[in-house]
C-alpha cells in the first residue's frame, strides 16, 4: 500500500460524501467478507462509524476501504 494511495483515498473521503451512508455501509459489509480486504497499520489510528472496514484497505486497489465504500469508485472484483 502506497502513501499517495492512502492520501488520495483520503481526499475523496473528505470530499464527498458522494455516496449515501446507508449504501457505503452495504459496501462495506461485501468488504468486510472479501478475501481482499485487509488491515493496514498505517490506517489502524483511523476510527470509522463502519467498524467492520475500520483501518482496511483492498489489496487489488490499495484504497483505504473507509474512504472507497463512500466514493463513486467500483469494486475492482464487481461485488459492488
Ligand atoms: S473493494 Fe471489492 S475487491 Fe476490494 S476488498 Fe472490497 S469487495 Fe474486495
Not at 58 to 75: E, F, G, M, N, Q
Amino acid at each position: 500500500m502506497k502513501i499517495n494511495h492512502i492520501l488520495n483515498g483520503w481526499k475523496n473521503y473528505l470530499d464527498k460524501s458522494e455516496v449515501s451512508e446507508n449504501i457505503a455501509k452495504q459496501r462495506a459489509a461485501v468488504c468486510a467478507a472479501c478475501p481482499h480486504a485487509k488491515n493496514g497499520k498505517l490506517l489502524a489510528f483511523i476510527k470509522d462509524s463502519l467498524t467492520q472496514v475500520q483501518g482496511a484497505y483492498c489489496t487489488l486497489c490499495s484504497c483505504p476501504l473507509s474512504a472507497k465504500v463512500r466514493s463513486t469508485d467500483i469494486c475492482p472484483e464487481n461485488k459492488w
